[in-house]
Protein backbone atom coordinates (compact mmCIF):
# COMPACT_ATOMS: atom_id res chain seq x y z
CA UNK A 1 0.00 0.00 0.00
CA UNK A 2 1.08 3.57 -0.95
CA UNK A 3 1.76 5.30 2.18
CA UNK A 4 2.22 9.17 1.53
CA UNK A 5 3.86 11.64 4.96
CA UNK A 6 5.13 14.94 5.23
CA UNK A 7 8.00 15.07 7.24
CA UNK A 8 7.79 16.66 10.77
CA UNK A 9 11.46 18.08 9.77
CA UNK A 10 11.70 19.02 6.32
CA UNK A 11 8.24 19.92 5.58
CA UNK A 12 9.27 17.40 2.12
CA UNK A 13 6.20 15.11 1.38
CA UNK A 14 7.25 11.53 0.21
CA UNK A 15 5.22 8.25 -1.02
CA UNK A 16 6.21 4.84 -0.08
CA UNK A 17 5.52 1.79 -0.87
CA UNK A 18 4.89 -0.67 2.27
CA UNK A 19 3.54 -3.79 3.14
CA UNK A 20 0.73 -2.51 5.47
CA UNK A 21 -3.10 -3.05 4.87
CA UNK A 22 -5.57 -0.20 4.51
CA UNK A 23 -8.16 -1.52 7.88
CA UNK A 24 -4.26 -2.08 10.12
CA UNK A 25 -3.57 1.73 9.14
CA UNK A 26 -6.82 2.89 9.77
CA UNK A 27 -6.95 1.37 12.82
CA UNK A 28 -3.43 2.86 14.03
CA UNK A 29 -4.51 6.37 12.68
CA UNK A 30 -8.24 6.18 14.97
CA UNK A 31 -5.54 5.28 17.85
CA UNK A 32 -7.16 1.47 18.01
CA UNK A 33 -3.82 -0.11 17.97
CA UNK A 34 0.14 1.03 18.65
CA UNK A 35 2.25 1.25 15.89
CA UNK A 36 4.44 -1.64 16.61
CA UNK A 37 0.93 -3.80 17.10
CA UNK A 38 -0.51 -2.75 13.42
CA UNK A 39 2.67 -2.95 11.99
CA UNK A 40 4.85 -5.63 13.28
CA UNK A 41 6.68 -6.67 9.77
CA UNK A 42 7.40 -3.36 9.27
CA UNK A 43 10.92 -2.40 10.96
CA UNK A 44 11.61 0.74 12.93
CA UNK A 45 12.28 2.87 10.10
CA UNK A 46 9.23 2.43 7.97
CA UNK A 47 7.19 2.91 11.40
CA UNK A 48 8.58 6.14 12.03
CA UNK A 49 8.20 7.02 8.45
CA UNK A 50 4.44 6.23 9.13
CA UNK A 51 4.16 8.19 12.49
CA UNK A 52 6.19 11.68 11.53
CA UNK A 53 6.85 11.19 7.89
CA UNK A 54 10.65 11.44 9.08
CA UNK A 55 13.01 9.05 6.57
CA UNK A 56 16.04 7.65 7.92
CA UNK A 57 18.51 10.34 6.13
CA UNK A 58 16.52 13.09 8.03
CA UNK A 59 16.98 11.10 11.05
CA UNK A 60 20.67 10.95 11.14
CA UNK A 61 20.99 14.90 9.47
CA UNK A 62 19.30 16.08 12.53
CA UNK A 63 20.91 13.49 15.41
CA UNK A 64 23.50 11.86 13.67
CA UNK A 65 24.21 8.49 12.77
CA UNK A 66 23.82 5.73 15.25
CA UNK A 67 27.19 4.65 16.64
Partial sequence: M??????AFTGVTR????NI????LQDWEEG???????????????????M???TPEEWDAAFGEEE
Avoid: H, M
Wanted: hydrophobic residues 35%; negative net charge; aromatic residues 6%.
Fill in 2 to 7: KVTRTS
Fill in 15 to 18: TLDL
Fill in 21 to 24: SEQK
Fill in 32 to 50: ELLAQDAFPNLDDDEREFI
Fill in 52 to 54: TGI
